[in-house]
């Protein structure tokens, strides 16, 4: 009996992040906290698992343990299956060569075999860099539809924002007549979100082809799509509406974060309908003590309060001790803010230490960056980091 | 050395009868996020202990329910792993004692390949180490060890206890069940270890003989005969025997103290189902006050003193003091609650005032509307 699945996800999970700095010097972006109790890998994964894909090769590169120590066996997110389910696809060693993923097209080739075994009518291709919530299935029905050799996922963006994106111009029909790579001038708003379904044979075609090619960047926005494009293949975009962020940046991460609250929040993470799944550790609720004060904040299990939260999101197992201050900041798992410390406008690390009467960053009136403390810092006694700044190791004093 | 654990989910389900009305003494929710049976399955776990048979008798859907797979306990396991035990008929009836639910099940027992067993209950709230209750089992060469407990006990406290009499080396000498008294006494926690073969003889002379007590007629009759030891546990026990003491052990957590020991042991977690609810999210003028808050909540209003379950909405306004709001509980806007306890699904709309007082909080029965 042939066991195949219809559609088989490859998530690109290699990147490196270098424009998130500290927070990305031990870990991929895709693991980079999120919401208080998510990774941003999350959303992909729940994605997928809602649209009904269970298959899920994830390539992985840089800074990785985490990482496949947080996918794990898939459970959390139901990816635990006899046939499917998910699977973490580093770069591996080969009977002829051996190779880095040179770019986003030769990590997919290297791992033709992978997606093969399902016998799959079509990929999708996803990246592990923005946080939205989008039912993969809708996107394949309408490639289905439209009778599509592949489709590339879209979303209306401002006229400025547009040259900072790969721009698609479609007729009528959405049929994509060009693609230009953040173009000075773009003729239109609809902006690739990097997320693209492909006949399996027609990508399998030209991912040899690709690769056989020593010009070649290997890259699916400046290769392949151009390259199907001009043999006149059938390339459709799909229009999506809805939340979707680029957490490519220390401003974008932290907005994006800032969106969830609010009494009308611009991203929604209450839906039961689209759930959104994530590993969790075993810690008990959150406790809020007396003399405390929590506003128009986001917390998870593990917190404990003593001061005063305001505008924040704070992840696993944060400790906020009395009189210290939390405000428009963003905490990653496990930080403690001790006795009379003040954080704001800032984010801050995984099991990062700020010592009593620490003041990092500043107001986000006065201030005009965001202040990052990298994983595992400590800030000591009565330290003062100054707005804008990036902490990566201890300080001395 | 392996071990078998077993745990009966609903021997003490009617001391409790307002909130086991439709789940187990097992599945009752505790602390925000829990269900008691977390509590003697994750101390199992914890002591490595991974063959785990949960003996059920009625009302066991919500424990079928939040066992799952058991894969949250890391149960899920292909040698061994948790087993529920459903009523088995011995002759048309279903047991009624313990000793009974002992021989619905004998076969399971027999057929497990554990050395020993330990024996459960699951109406605790404590982190207890099992390896060490191991531990002093072997050095003391006993047949049997009972855990217990001392705890001064009141008049009115209308539910019969296991008092233990013990001699200077921890052996048990006398065991009397007491519907009254008063004053401070040693007190068994229904938890016991010996060997499975022991186990599997006591039953069987058990069947011979109709007894239908585990207690009065196997441990109190075997106290010359047998090695019995007393296991002091002097950490801190929540024993939820009625609607009061449930209010009590659920405001005891709201002690710090109290949380780092059941919570947060260098490996001895508390696992418990995950439901995968969004962080909490506290609104603008959201005022919270020496209160344990779960996952997936929204509170715009006033909390006080309170214990607040995963998926509890707070409207604009509200004042809640001194309550247990069980899951998914929706207090809508300006509303007061004092000393109430809501079960799952309760929503409080119309109402504007519920008021209890310690000693008789007001419970509001599953999916209530009020």
Redesign the interface.
Known sequence: MLNKKECVAMLLAGGQGSRLYALTNKIAKPAVSY???YRIIDFPLSNCINSNIDTVGVLTQYQPLLLNDYIGNG??WDLDRTFGGVHILPPYQGKNKTDWYKGTANAIYQNIDFMKRYHPEYIIILSGDHIYKMDYSKMLDFHKEKNAEATIAVINVSLQEASRFGIMNTDQEMRIQEFEEKPAKPKSTKASMGIYIFNAEVLYQYLEADEANPESQNDFGKNIIPSMLRDGRLMYAYPFSGYWKDVGTIDSLWEANMDL?G?NPKFD??DKMW????R??????????????????????GCYIEGY?KNS?LSQNVQIGKNAKVIDSVLFDNVIVEEGATIEYSIVAENVVVKKQAKIGESKQKANKITVIGSDVTILEDYKVAAGQMIEKDVRK | MSVLGLIFSNIHSKEVFEITQKRTIASTPIGGRYRLIDFSLSCMVNAGISNIGIITKSNYQSLMDHIGSGKEWDLARKRGGLVILPPYGVSDSVYNTRLEAIKSIISFIKHSTSEYVILSDCYHVCNIDYKDLLKYHHEKGADITCVYHECLVCADDFMPINRLALNEEERVIEMQVLSTFSGTANVSMDIWVMKKELLEKLVDEAIVTNYRSFNRDILSKNLNNLRIFGYKFEGYFGNISSIQTYYDVNKNLLKKEIRDELFYQPGRSIYTKVRDSAPTKYGLESKVVNSLIADGCMIEGEVYNSVIFRGTKIGKGAIIKDSILMQDTIISEGKHLEYVITDKNVVIENKKELIGNSEYPVYVKKGGIL
């Open positions: 919401g208080a109790k459970q959390p609250l009494e993470l209450f759930k959104i799944y994530s969790n550790e075993a810690y008990p609720p959150q406790f809020i003590c007396e003399g405390s004060k929590i506003e128009n904040s986001l917390l998870t299990v939260v999101l």
